[in-house]
């Protein structure tokens, strides 16, 4: 969470000339906004609705920006283990005032929350990723240049 995948997602679609899907904007754009189906439906399904998001975006082959929580749904893990999966870390310092009043259901305590639930992903994150990018400093133009670049010779 807050680590600029959305940002550089797209970033990096645009350089490579691919479509971009941003899973948690499908899913708000289908089921509403992010802590209503918390609210209403439970994580669970909104879990699934993620996972459906991600499938489609996978099956399109294009740059996908997913939410941070998807790894923590099997099936989920299983489609992103046959992708590229770059894996964008973020410092509990830069994430700070990042999420700074934002409305993201999983953090009740602010970084605090943040820093537990990271702990909870980081090894489904690591087993996933194919490569590992920190985007605590570094201007995101850049670190999306960077991706851009390693990617054109993946694809």
Do not use: Q
């Not at 046959?82 to 305590?109: C, F, W």
């Amino acid at each position: 969470m807050a680590a600029g995948k959305s940002k550089i997602g797209r970033r990096v679609a645009r350089l490579l000339g691919m479509p971009f899907s941003d899973t948690d904007r499908v899913v708000v754009s289908a089921h509403g906004p992010i802590p209503a189906i918390f609210e209403r439906e439970g994580e669970d399904a909104f879990r699934e609705y993620e996972r459906d998001a991600v499938a489609r975006a996978v099956a399109k082959r294009s740059v996908v920006s997913l939410g941070g929580g998807a790894v923590v749904h099997p099936s989920t893990a299983e489609l992103l283990s046959a992708a590229t999966v770059v894996y964008l870390t973020v410092s509990p310092e830069a994430v700070r005032s990042r999420i700074a009043g934002s409305n993201r259901p999983l953090l009740t305590d602010g970084v605090e929350s943040w820093e537990r639930i990271f702990a909870e992903r980081k090894p489904l994150y690591e087993r996933l990723a194919t490569a590992t990018w920190d985007t605590s400093t570094l201007p995101i133009s850049r670190i999306a240049d960077e991706i851009a670049h390693w990617a054109k010779g993946r694809i």
